[in-house]
């Protein structure tokens, strides 16, 4: 009864490959996440989704794209693989207010080759 | 320009001690600081949070310390054990949106 789950765990690919990474949450959030941390091990967000819509889109480019099919789901579609997209990509959920904790997925370790 | 930093990207403490792990951020409208924890190959896990209306919250062995004029936090762990071992981040966010600006991540070896 994992409560963020992301598949898969590790993705190994070529550049200009398209690809997908799952994320869902059992906790009955209304807001989701994608953070990328970087091979420094910075951790930065790149999008929020509350209720199935947009509200924070940080400076990526935009051959990265959220997708939310429902509550539970905010999957991150990658076109266009390039080598500086070699991280790993953590989903997170939590209720939308300022002082509700984020609860993260076990990340996604996507090798572009 | 790294709005919330942890200076120290390491720290090695012996089983029964103090562990003191720093951080300072920039922006004065944060409002709500978080530590989490990071093992090998997980996620981070919530580990304690502060509002900036307070300057002290504990949990168990661990309390967070908020210094507003300084822009500074510190997470305080009494007594570290083994298990603490692990990669340490700050976070802020502000008060809209709850998007959490983390800090670069402290590495924190207990020494048995």
């Known amino acids: 009864d994992t409560a963020v789950s992301q598949t898969p765990k590790y993705l190994v690919t070529q550049m200009g490959n398209d690809k997908s990474i799952k994320c869902e949450q059992n906790?009955?959030?209304?807001?989701m996440y994608w953070y990328k941390q970087d091979s420094k091990k910075f951790l930065k967000i790149m999008f929020s989704?509350?209720?199935?819509?947009?509200?924070i889109n940080e400076t990526v480019p935009n051959r990265f794209s959220p997708k939310s099919p429902d509550k539970a789901h905010l999957n991150l579609h990658i076109n266009s693989l390039e080598l500086g997209d070699s991280a790993v990509y953590f989903c997170a959920s939590s209720q939308m207010t300022s002082t509700d904790t984020q609860y993260f997925g076990p990340g996604t370790r996507l090798t572009v080759l | 320009d790294q709005q919330v930093k942890q200076n120290s990207p390491s720290l090695s403490v012996q089983e029964g001690r103090i562990s003191i792990l720093n951080c300072d951020y920039t922006?004065?409208?944060?409002?709500?600081f978080l530590w989490y924890k990071k093992y090998p190959a997980e996620g981070p896990t919530f580990l304690i949070s502060?509002?900036?209306?307070?300057d002290k919250n504990e949990d168990g062995r661990f309390t967070v310390f908020l210094n507003k004029s300084a822009k500074h936090l510190s997470l305080h762990i009494v007594p570290s054990q083994p298990g603490d071992s692990a990669v340490y981040f700050c976070a802020a966010s502000l008060n809209a949106g709850n998007m959490l600006t983390f800090g670069g991540g402290t590495r924190l070896m207990v020494k048995p």
């Open positions: 922006n004065s409208m944060f409002d709500y």
């Open positions: 502060i509002s900036s209306i307070k």
């Open positions: 989704y509350n209720n199935k819509e947009l509200i």
């Open positions: 906790l009955g959030h209304d807001t």
